[in-house]
């Protein structure tokens, strides 16, 4: 059984700092890997989606790495801002006959303060 | 483009009463459908998901049902509610026939069971 798990639970920092964002999941035989932003109250926001064959992907200020091998995956925000602040969830898709069902992990709130 | 739909935003009902929950997605046809829920304290849980009308599978024994009369028309229901029912319940949706499986939300019904 598919398990994830996020550090940290929470994270402050100040505007303008780079962070990073961890993600570990404990079946390497996943199909894909995605990033969901929540704001309180709200639905889920896609970010980014990792197949199982890449490496990485970036959007914008945002760049997110997948390393099978050792179960990780990382999401990186280049100079935060206030406006980034939300619960960061990842979750790991499964292929095949389970039609990309995702296991998500308990997410990182992050705080930016300007 | 496409948009995903779920009504009620929000709902309070009483222990031991029926429930029904709507999802509908626009601009797509054939799409694999899901719920999930969010309960207080624990992580985003997928109850059900479908890959077509009238096709449903269970991840969770539970009281709660899922069925899908129209292809792109998705509804969660309870016969008779329990305090554990309580939480954020959200509908996403995946592109038949592409084999990313990139989930899109909607915008979730917040359940309280008093």
């Known amino acids: 059984k598919q398990e994830v798990t996020q550090i940290p639970a929470a994270l402050s920092v100040p505007e303008g700092e780079n962070l990073v964002l961890n993600c570990s999941f404990t079946d390497s035989a996943i199909y894909n890997l995605q990033w969901f932003r929540q704001d309180p109250g709200k639905g889920l926001t896609s970010l980014l989606l990792i197949q199982s064959s890449q490496r990485e992907q970036t959007s914008g200020r945002l760049n997110a790495s997948l390393d099978k091998s050792s179960g990780r995956s990382t999401l990186y925000i280049a100079a935060s801002q206030p406006g980034d602040s939300a619960t960061y969830l990842c979750?790991?898709?499964?292929?095949?006959?389970?039609?990309?069902?995702?296991?998500f992990g308990q997410g990182t709130i992050l705080t930016v303060h300007p | 483009s496409q948009t995903i739909h779920q009504w009620p935003a929000t709902l309070v009902q009483p222990v031991g009463s029926p429930l029904s929950l709507e999802c509908t997605v626009e601009g797509t046809s054939n799409p694999n459908l899901y719920w999930y829920r969010q309960a207080a304290g624990r992580g985003l849980q997928l109850l059900f998901y479908?890959?077509?009308?009238?096709?449903i599978s269970s991840e969770v024994p539970q009281n709660l049902s899922a069925s899908r009369p129209q292809d792109r028309q998705f509804i969660l229901s309870s016969k008779k509610l329990l305090l554990s029912d309580s939480g954020f319940y959200l509908c996403?949706?995946?592109?038949?026939?592409?084999?990313?499986?990139?989930?899109?939300f909607g915008p979730g019904t917040r359940l309280t069971v008093t």
């Open positions: 996403a949706w995946s592109a038949r026939g592409l084999l990313s499986y990139e989930q899109y």
């Open positions: 479908s890959v077509g009308i009238g096709q």
């Open positions: 979750a790991a898709g499964a292929g095949g006959t389970s039609y990309g069902k995702l296991t």
